[in-house]
């Protein structure tokens, strides 16, 4: 039946082109018009969240070791380093200021400070470390470790510099830092696992080793290996002091082989959202004290910073406002990711308020002109659905047969607009440089609702087809 009525819809399109054609346009444009803003809105969206990541609200650092101890009122850890200390409040020294001012009375958080047990040495970061952060975290995008520090070249092989800083890293961290490979190419997953001899270096420093000739290609002789350049990268540093002793940027196994060492200098670690990261740095510093079965009265022997902790200057002020400043930014810190992440959503939210209407009315202009032919298909195909009802066709069939002939119309008008927003999506990422990003949930649901825009106004018209009497359509002329 459902065959019988595409074959005959596909007929009567044929028959009357012109006004088929012009329809299909009408439903294609508002389609592509609805696949181009969408996908211009979703690029957009995606460009924030990218710039506002790289900027680094969703990135944090675990280093080994703690500040040094200062001691608080109420016995607390006070490692600058932005853990929320049990008062949240100013320490002892502060409040003996401050009643200085006034009565000079003693205040009771002027009483000895309870002594608090330190681990000295700090434990180094490890496999465990890493493996921990990058599994039992939730909210965790990524986790990388890195090593650092300098090694000299090999003299008997005449390097072009003496020395040069060793940068160990794992791929989850270039994509963290978002670099950008200018020439040449990025280490690939399997020279990270072998530890290969091979390594990238930003512009500047390849233009200052290598001022005559391709960098690409060129070898550094460090402990024996002959180092070779693979990518030239945009990193984003600062090159004047890179330049002195030239950094360059190798797979971790290899620096770790190199600088002989067993342990992590840092792991970075990437949340989903800013939302999330104040409340993942609190469960990574919970689960580290509990995988390295610190007590109660024992201090962290890591560090766990956030961007904002990081920024904040802990040389050159006051320990007593360093200390109340910090044991505050927590609180701060999580309040104001917050309300970005707020901001964010509404953002979303008005990007998805934006994207309906300019669906709505494109197709309310689709419809309409679906609703348009079928009407003039009805009114000139009379005779023949009065010749059909008059051999047994039933007033059921007459209707699905329009309705067949709407939803064909509109969804080949949607399949065309696919083709076209995609065409234009294409154009505007490649040739305009635009942010663009396609879901294909949402081509999905371009061609369903293309489908249902036929059902809906292709109805009245089918309706109005099956209620003709049979005798008087046959008179029609």
């Known amino acids: 039946m459902l065959d019988t009525s595409f074959r005959m819809a596909l007929k009567a399109l044929l028959q009357n082109r012109l006004q088929a054609m012009l329809t299909l346009s009408g439903m294609s444009i508002g389609i592509a018009m609805v696949v181009l803003v969408s996908g211009l809105g979703r690029g957009a969206q995606e460009q924030i969240e990218t710039q506002i990541e790289s900027a680094g609200p969703t990135m944090i650092r675990i280093r080994a070791g703690n500040f040094q101890l200062l001691a608080q009122a109420n016995g607390g850890q ?32 002027q009483r000895p400070v309870k002594i608090t047990k330190v681990r000295s ?26 090593v650092t520090g ?50 990238l270096v930003n512009k500047a420093i390849a233009q200052k080793i290598w001022p005559h000739t391709e960098a690409i290609g060129q070898q550094l002789p460090l402990g024996g290996k002959d180092v070779t350049v ?40 990437r949340t989903r959202s800013v939302a999330t990261t104040t409340l993942v740095a609190q469960n990574i510093r919970e689960s580290l004290r509990e995988l ?5 009265d024992t201090l962290d022997d890591f560090r766990v910073e956030t961007q904002s902790v990081s920024a904040m200057p802990g040389m050159g002020s006051d320990p007593r406002l360093a ?44 419809g309409i002109g679906v609703m348009n032919i079928m009407l003039v298909s009805v009114a000139s195909r009379r005779r023949e659905i009065g010749l059909r009802m008059a051999m047994g066709a039933r007033m059921n069939d007459v209707l699905v047969q329009f309705i067949v002939e709407a939803v064909t ?43 249902f825009t036929g059902i809906i106004f292709g109805y009245g018209p089918a309706r109005s087809a099956a209620s003709l009497d049979p005798v008087v359509a046959l008179k029609f002329e």
Not at 250 to 255: D, E, G, H, Q, Y
Not at 329 to 335: G, K, R, T, Y
Not at 341 to 349: D, P, T, V
């Open 78 to 109: 006070d490692s600058s380093g932005g853990e929320v200390s049990e008062s949240r409040l100013i320490d002892s020294e502060m409040l003996a200021i401050g009643n200085a001012e006034g009565s000079g009375m003693v205040n009771e958080s």
């Open 323 to 366: 200390r109340a400043v910090h044991s505050n930014v927590v609180e701060f810190e999580l309040a104001s990711w917050e309300e970005m992440a707020k901001s964010l959503r509404q953002a979303g939210r008005t990007f998805t308020l934006l994207l309906s209407a300019a669906a709505a009315v494109s197709l309310l202009v689709g």
């Open 230 to 269: 693979v990518g030239i990268i945009d990193d984003g540093e600062e090159t004047t002091s890179a330049i002195i002793v030239p950094t360059v940027y190798m797979p971790l196994t290899l620096a770790m082989q190199l600088l002989d060492t067993q342990s992590f200098d840092e792991i970075s670690v």
């Open 409 to 451: 119309l509109a969804a080949l008008g949607g399949v065309l607009g696919l083709i076209l927003g995609s065409a234009g999506l294409y154009i505007a990422s490649n040739a305009m440089h635009w942010a663009t990003s396609i879901s294909p949930s949402m081509l999905l649901i371009a061609v369903t609702m293309a489908a």
């Open 150 to 199: 300098n090694l000299s070249t090999d003299a008997d092989k005449n390097p072009p510099v003496r020395i040069a800083r060793i940068y160990g890293f794992q791929n989850a961290w270039q994509d963290m830092q978002a670099w950008k490979v200018i020439d040449g190419r990025a280490i690939s997953e399997s020279e990270q696992e072998n530890g290969a001899a091979v390594m």
């Open 121 to 146: 040495p700090a434990y180094p970061l490890r496999n465990d470390e890493l493996a921990m952060l990058s599994n039992d975290i939730e909210d965790v995008r990524a986790a990388a470790a890195i």
């Open 292 to 296: 390295r079965g610190l007590a109660d």
